[in-house]
């Protein structure tokens, strides 16, 4: 199975790789690595991170106050977004795909 990032998702991903390098250098490298981690996690174990709705998932990072939202589909893992947790909560809930 692949993953694909929805367009809003990449780019919120971008822009957060973005800020960290803005912060320090080499932070924004340590963040995308951190997300695609949590990515392998996910492609491995793609049923058992915390359900958010019925067909939509979350799965935390670990050194980032982010977390990965994603759906498994048929032929792909969907990355709804890469979700900040101290920000609106559920903004990303008109990107997901209906089953």
């Known amino acids: 199975m692949k993953y694909v990032f929805h367009p809003q998702a990449r780019r919120e991903f971008n822009q957060a790789i973005d800020y960290y390098q803005s912060c320090k250098k080499g ?3 340590d963040f995308a690595k951190e997300v695609y981690e949590a990515i392998q996690r996910i492609m491995a174990f793609p049923e058992a991170w915390t359900l958010l709705s019925a067909h939509t998932r979350r ?3 670990q050194q980032f106050p982010f977390g990965i939202i994603y759906q498994v589909l048929t032929d792909r893992i969907l990355i709804v977004a ?5 920000r609106k909560p559920d903004y990303w809930l008109n990107r ?4």
């Open 27 to 29: 932070l924004g490298k």
């Open 59 to 61: 799965c935390l990072t």
């Open 82 to 86: 890469v979700a900040h947790l101290n």
């Open 96 to 99: 997901i795909e209906e089953k």
